[in-house]
């Protein structure tokens, strides 16, 4: 059945597209508690860099101006080698390049990697809209998760915080249970990702398919509310719905990034045709990417980030994205109450830790902490969990990101497995 259902997408598809050690680091990472921010704030015009990012007052995003939105664009399952490939026109069905995006960035893309949870729509849309590691969410895949818990998401901290300013939220979806909302009161039954974050979002519907209907849904709700602040994503389902047809390499998976691209561009035009794309930041971001040939993705952690944001310095984490937009709302990293801290770092700046400690990720871009002393790199390799194969990460070339081990101490300890550190996990 899941398969007839794919090929239909398909069809509807076609038819639409015209130097440390631990101890130091863990505490480098807690010394700057302060908050630069929001606009107007008394901290935007003291001279002090209150949050130990290295930038002061007006220079700090959150800082730069009160009256902005924040528009996500989710391209689900666009694997970064494929996309890149599309954006050069190396790929004959994508001939023209993918115009809209390169204009919207400048020309500038980020690194989008994945280091915890799996690289699946379920824990992936859930760790962008939140910046909490799978385990804190309860979210590691699309078979072992449950709700994320409530007062966890960028919608609902950004209604907290920032009560007064009157934000409408926005949640628009094209895929079903992956980044539905139902809750469950059946034992035995979970609720869906975002049973709990659906109850305080302004606007919530999922289950539209087609990019048409996001489309449209996207281009009609920004319409309604323009004069008004938005914080929205509009999430298109179908690259990773074509891919697990007929594969990473199909040239429909090509053509569908082509016509994803084709959106945005409509949904600039429409920003601008109102008048307020100038005050609009849009984040165009993946979940996961895809294996290399393959039909679906379990070990595929390397996507793209592009913006019109040009305060981002990095590439990062799939889950740098939400501290990213709670910074520019000058939200902290620690929210109130029980909630906790987020595990991601913003985008505006090099995480605060002299190095990477054991058992934590090296991330691969410019001026990244390193591990510390004495620690190897190891990749980001995993071990297939029904029949113990081992998946290496691919579609992202001469991507060094990994974990940081003792490996070779002769102690098998997550994250080292048999696939990555076979010296001390034998087979």
């Known amino acids: 059945m899941r398969l007839v259902t794919h090929f239909l997408l398909i069809l509807i598809f076609l038819t639409s597209v015209v130097g440390c050690g631990n101890e130091e680091a863990h505490q480098a990472s807690i010394t700057c508690k302060g908050q630069e921010g929001p606009y107007g704030d008394s901290s935007c015009t003291d001279g002090v860099d209150n949050d130990c990012d290295g930038l002061t007052d007006a220079q700090d995003p959150p800082c730069e101006r009160g009256d902005f939105n924040v528009i996500m664009i989710g391209w689900d399952g666009v694997q970064r080698d494929h996309f890149y490939e599309c954006l050069t026109g190396e790929i004959s069905v994508c001939s023209g390049g993918l ?130 602040r938005m914080l929205a994503l509009f999430h298109f389902a179908q690259p990773d719905d074509i891919g697990h047809v007929c594969g990473e390499n199909c040239p429909i998976y090509s053509l569908s990034i082509v016509s994803v691209d084709e959106w945005l561009g409509r949904i600039v035009d429409k920003l601008r045709e109102l008048g307020i794309y100038e005050r609009t930041f849009i984040y165009v971001i993946s979940d996961h990417g895809y294996d290399e040939g393959k039909w679906n993705h379990r070990n595929a952690p390397y996507t793209i980030l592009a913006t019109n944001d040009r305060s981002i310095m990095r590439s990062g984490d799939r889950k740098d994205i939400a501290p990213t937009l709670l910074e520019r709302y000058g939200i902290p990293r620690k929210a109130d109450g029980d909630i906790p801290e987020v595990d991601g770092f913003s985008l505006y ?34 071990v297939e969990p029904n029949f113990q194969l081992c998946v290496p990460p691919t579609g992202g070339a001469n991507e060094r990101s990994g974990r940081c081990t003792r490996c070779g101490d002769g102690i098998c300890s997550p994250p080292e497995n048999k696939c990555n550190c076979l010296e001390d996990c034998p087979a």
């Open 349 to 382: 700046s090099i995480p605060p830790i002299p190095c990477v400690p054991e058992g934590e990720t090296f991330l691969d871009y410019p001026g990244a902490p390193e591990c510390c002393e004495g620690l190897s790199l190891i990749g980001l390799d995993r």
């Open 99 to 228: 115009p809209h995006i390169a204009e919207l960035s400048n020309g500038v893309f980020w690194n989008n990697t994945t280091t915890s949870g799996y690289t699946a729509t379920k824990p992936g849309w859930a760790q962008i809209i939140s910046g909490y590691d799978a385990e804190v969410m309860g979210i590691i895949s699309n078979k072992i998760y449950q709700p994320l818990p409530e007062g966890y998401s960028i919608f609902e901290k950004v209604r907290t915080f920032r009560e007064d300013e009157d934000i409408v939220t926005i949640f628009v979806a094209g895929k079903f249970g992956n980044t539905g909302g139902q809750c469950s009161f059946l034992e035995g039954v979970p609720s869906q990702p975002f049973c709990e974050t659906k109850k305080n979002v302004d606007h919530f519907d999922n289950g539209l398919i087609t990019e048409k209907k996001v489309g449209q849904a996207a281009l009609n709700l920004i319409e309604q509310y323009q004069d008004k």
